[in-house]
């Protein structure tokens, strides 16, 4: 009677057959007493029905996991170095902008675009090493041309009506632009901006107005040193494609300071006035003033003047960013007088 009862309990409750037989011995161990709620609620939990002195029996301790010991190869390998990356320092170069000229091919709100020349200065960039520096134009990232918005504070306001009015003497004729240091880092040209004569073109990222130059006459030493008496020496013969251009795909310099002095200025209403240079033997006639923006009503006819007066003078001349062509035949840049 009491095995069938148990043998129910046991298929009721999903015991074992081992478990069952360990509940039938502690009960004829007990003298067939009926086991107590407590002891049944136990049985379950500790499984088989053990004695409640066996029941008290130690458990074996948790297992608890460490780290094995280093081996010897890993004692002998170095320990691994925390690598911390710091950015590199930008390298600031320092030029002095010698010139800017305004045209209305810019890319920002206002439609007006810069393009700016400028002496590097020795130990600069890619002139280091050299004692007199070079001329070079400094260019945005992207485009030919800086918009207005993207030029410093100071080169901004320097063309303003108040600041020409400023520094205007009795004496002299207004002077589109006072040189000044500047500093750059220096980027490299990207592909997807295409153009003739870009040797001397230098990607200048995050452009700074340093100051103004300490001494001008030390500057105009320095630029009659820099300049060729001959135009032909920086522009051979062979680069030109017109009295007044060159090839665009000619491999010669974009900026050039040349000795020279203005033989006729002439005067165009609504446009830049035309310049007359003789260069030693050679005379290049009806170049356009290209700063002619950055004047007043004038647009530097009377500076041009005034320098036509004072004979030989030290000409900075530029290639145009756009080309043409004469009549159908080959293309050619623009000389300007910067």
Known sequence: MATSITKARNKKKGRTGLQAKHIQHDR???HGSPPSPRSNRRSTKRGGGRSRSRSKETLPPRLVL???PPSDVQQREPKKVRVEMHP???HQTRATLLTMTKN????GKSGQGFCLAALLHSGSGSDEGSKSGRLI???PGIGHFWAEEDLPGP???MHSQEAQASTKLLWEPHWQFRPVVVGFEAGTLPDAVTGPHRTDDVVSRNLEHLGDVDDLDVLDDQLARLACNDLEEAWPSWAWATPRGLRPGADVASLVLCHGSIKWVWWRPQASPLVDIQFRDNVVE?????AHRLHGSDRGYKMLEFLRAHRDCVMMLGL???FSKVGGGIPQCPILLL
Do not use: H, I, K, W
């Open 28 to 30: 004829r161990d007990g």
């Open 66 to 68: 460490t780290g094995a």
């Open 88 to 90: 590199r320092p930008a």
């Open 104 to 107: 209305n091919q810019g890319e």
């Open 137 to 139: 134009r400094l260019v």
């Open 155 to 157: 080169l901004r306001d």
């Open 286 to 290: 009806r170049l356009p003033y290209a």
């Open 320 to 322: 145009s960013r756009t």
